[in-house]
């Protein structure tokens, strides 16, 4: 008897439940423990916890208002520099709409690499081109 | 009563405990778990002006005193509202009352997550591990795996983590270390992916089929859309796998009876 507890007779309420107020993934606690779990890192004072993470959430909200005033928003959050990729650099496919991007890094060579690259390429010199790596070539031969 | 759907009695023995058929050596109804007798909107209406018709606790201590004999009526009162109380099953009026949609039982779902991966699941574990009662004789049942089954259902759940698609989720954990620690997510995967094909060969083929029931419901219910059918289909297999637990209580009593000779 004592293993007839009570969740065991809500199952028995499910299917009405999901009756009155549709499936289960609108009704779940699964957002609510997100938020939870988002507001717990604000409450710090352990005097007044709840003053505390009320603050919070008013001084986030009004970080979340200056979107509407542009010209203080780009002070306190300058706008990151969006940087350019050459197109050789960049993979997409027409059926998508994200691109790939290169991982990349200026980096100087120094003689020797050039010359094992140079080495290396000379057996397919067309694909040598196409990386624009004639440049450093060129600079070889000076 | 505490269930907020119907109007089905608790019975107490050191907790409050919910059958739809009692014991026999307890006075209680039975009930038909396809057809409860549910509460609906009105009765709530009604069983609140019922609770309201009772003075609050104030006014009860001031007309006590006006009435002179202050002692007599003022247990009167507390133990006709008690009285009422445990009838009706409602303490008082909710404020979401005052709002005009508000449906009393019907807008207060059950959320699965806590029914379903957190408790349920849990429990069910824990009969198979042979923990769930504190009186280790009654933990004494066929469907108990012991600890060496467990580490090896432990061990092939850790061995299939590096190949679960991400899509699937968290990677599983070993179920028998970390059951404690487990989140609503893994519970949810435990249920609806791991459970069968791991219980499988482990567990009478009859428990299989009984926590097979469930896991096709959990499977349903975790749909993004419903029709009617696969409503019935929850309401159905659910009912089963109610009934299936109950059986699994019957032998529980048997055995509470038999360890009692």
């Known amino acids: 008897m004592s293993a007839m507890k009570l969740c065991f007779h809500y199952i028995l309420h499910v299917a009405d439940s999901i009756h009155n107020t549709g499936p289960c993934w609108s009704t779940w606690q699964f957002p609510m423990e997100r938020t939870c779990g988002m507001l717990q890192p604000f409450t710090k004072s352990r005097l007044h916890p709840y003053k505390n993470l009320t603050n919070h959430v008013y001084l986030l909200e009004l970080y979340n208002s200056l979107y509407y005033y542009r010209k203080i928003h780009e002070q306190i959050f300058p706008p990151i520099p969006h940087k350019e990729y050459k197109e050789h650099l960049v993979y997409t496919n027409q059926n998508y709409e994200e691109e790939f991007q290169w991982p990349s890094k200026p980096y100087i060579l120094n003689i020797s690499e050039i010359k094992k690259i140079k080495n290396h390429l000379s057996v397919i010199n067309d694909v040598a081109l196409r990386m624009k790596l004639s440049v450093c070539i060129i600079f070889i031969l000076s | ?261």
Request: aromatic residues 14%.
């Open chain 2, 1 to 261: 009563m505490a269930c907020r759907y119907c109007d089905l009695r608790g019975i107490y023995n050191n907790h409050v405990y919910y059958p739809t058929t009692p014991p026999s050596n307890v006075i209680n109804e039975t009930y038909n778990p396809s057809n409860l007798p549910k509460r609906t909107h009105r009765d709530y209406k009604t069983r609140i002006e019922q609770i309201e018709k009772i003075p609050p606790l104030r006014t009860r201590n001031a007309l006590a005193s006006d009435l002179g004999n202050n002692l007599i009526n003022i247990v009167f009162f507390a133990a006709k509202l008690t009285i009422i109380i445990l009838k009706i099953g409602i303490t008082g009026r909710s404020v979401l009352l005052d709002i005009k949609t508000t449906q009393f039982p019907a807008c207060f779902p059950i959320d699965i997550m806590h029914l379903f991966y957190e408790n349920i699941a849990l429990y069910m574990l824990k009969h198979w591990m042979g923990s769930f009662f504190k009186d280790s004789t009654l933990n004494d049942q066929p469907y108990v795996l012991n600890n060496r089954q467990w580490n090896e259902i432990g061990a092939e759940m850790e061995a299939a983590k590096k190949s679960i698609p991400t899509d699937l989720g968290r990677p599983p954990r070993n179920i028998f270390l970390h059951y404690n620690g487990y989140k609503a997510e893994e519970w949810s995967s435990w249920i609806t992916l791991y459970s069968l094909p791991l219980l499988k060969d482990r567990l009478p083929a009859k428990y299989i089929k009984g926590w097979s029931y469930f896991v096709k419901a959990v499977q349903l219910c975790q749909k993004r859309t419903l029709s009617l059918h696969n409503q019935c289909e929850i309401r159905n297999l659910l009912l089963r796998f109610y009934k299936h637990y109950e059986w699994y209580v019957i032998t529980f009593i048997l055995f509470e009876i038999f360890s009692v000779f």
